[in-house]
């Protein structure tokens, strides 16, 4: 009778029932592990594809044979890393594609921003400092591409080594004057900055006073806004429709939108988009010319990952100390001895004082920037709001 019973189990409808479950449950399997490899596959072509685009779109030049002065020895620091000096210029070349914003026909190009970007070796801390490009220096010869030789300078203007010899001259005309050693440069123009702009949706700023210079492109309501494209790039060189017309005070405006732009850059609004992240990698690596320590994607990821664990209040933007000069008021001078003190500080890897960074903008700072949760940041001394007044900017 067990017999029976225990067979009629075994053969009856139950049996059946579990084979045909566990074909189904293979077959799912099968469809789950195929659709893994063609998914995986598509994310490898993927990022294959955007490797290539963004590697090919970098330039690269050497500028080792332009510099006819040896470079300063760089001060080593304790620790298992260095720090990092990169040299950042603002090209105001009309040629190339989208550079000719505003109709002129000039030859060659100039520097029309100068900031020494410098990364401290614990990377906890960043400060970038602009140089006036109106400031009287004197310039040491520098090779040509052509192998002549332009004779130095005194008391020339910032910007003109630029024009005479590209990125080195104005290296080693920096190198020379401050004793600091510049591991990389990086140069942009017109065009790559506006694309820039337009792949993260535009950049918030803060408009104390409506700015209207519709002989150069711009009507800005006062307010805070999102601005981009060629308005952006018009809002960041105009100099006479706002402020003291001063292109010191286009610089303190510039520090200001560079803030916003890193707060924008790295919020999650952007990393966290891939097609947005694509569209901004790819539009700064075809407007961008480096040195060949940056020639592949991969070196220049590398310099930024070194920036990911600094708060966005460690990242400063400032102005050398400078002044105008009795018998030249359209040009300026650096402040002595401050200015040297500042050179000697970054040069040393030493954080600066807060006299030093008194008038800095911080990246925290910038137009959308949550406030700490705690308690609200304080506001800076009436002299800091004075400067971005001046600048045609909102206080803080």
């Not at 990022?47 to 970098?58: G, W």
């Not at 400063?316 to 105008?324: E, K």
Request: overall charge negative; some cysteine.
């Amino acid at each position: 009778m067990a017999s029976s019973v225990s067979e009629g189990l075994a053969s009856g409808p139950s049996a059946p029932k579990r084979k045909d479950k566990s074909r189904r449950t293979h077959t799912v399997l099968k469809v789950i592990g195929s659709a893994a490899v063609v998914l995986a596959l598509c994310v490898g072509m993927t990022v294959a594809y955007a490797y290539r685009t963004l590697n090919s779109n970098i330039t690269s030049i050497d500028v080792a044979d332009v510099m006819t002065e040896k470079s300063p020895e760089k001060v080593q620091v304790e620790g298992p890393k260095q720090p990092i000096n990169i040299m950042v210029m603002g090209s105001d070349t009309r040629e190339g594609a989208g550079n000719n914003i505003d109709g002129l026909v000039e030859d060659g190009q100039r520097s029309d921003t100068t900031i020494l970007l410098h990364l401290s070796a614990d990377r906890k801390r960043a400060y970038g400092i602009s140089i006036p490009r109106d400031s009287l220096v004197d310039r040491d010869d520098c090779r040509l591409e052509d192998g002549d030789v332009a004779p130095a300078g005194t008391d020339e203007m910032w910007n003109v080594a630029f024009s005479v010899g590209g990125p080195g001259c104005t290296i080693q005309q920096f190198e020379q004057l401050t004793g600091i050693r510049i591991d990389h440069f990086v140069v942009l123009d017109f065009s790559g900055f506006q694309d820039m702009v337009d792949a993260v949706g535009g950049v918030e700023v803060c408009i104390p006073e409506t700015i209207d210079d519709r002989a150069h492109g711009i009507l800005l309501e006062e307010g805070t806004r999102e601005i981009s494209g060629k308005e952006a790039l018009s809002y960041v060189r105009t100099r006479y429709a706002i402020g003291d017309g001063s292109d010191i005070g286009r610089l303190t405006r510039q520090q200001a939108f560079m803030s916003s732009m890193a707060q924008k850059v790295i919020s999650a609004g952007t990393l966290a988009n891939p097609y947005k992240l694509f569209n901004f990698l790819d539009a700064a690596t075809k407007s961008l010319t480096v040195d060949q320590g940056l020639s592949n994607l991969t070196k220049v990821a590398q310099i930024g990952i070194e920036f990911r664990g600094i708060g966005l209040d460690k990242i400063q933007f400032s102005t050398i100390p400078w002044y105008y000069p009795p018998d030249d008021p359209n040009r300026v001078r650096w402040q002595q001895p401050e200015a040297n003190r500042v050179w000697d500080r970054l040069k040393n890897d030493e954080p600066l004082t807060s006299a030093q960074t008194s008038e800095a903008i911080s990246a925290n700072e910038a137009p959308g920037a949550e406030e700490p949760k705690k308690k609200k940041r304080k506001k800076k001394n009436a002299e800091k709001n004075a400067v971005r007044e001046n600048a045609g900017l909102c206080t803080i």
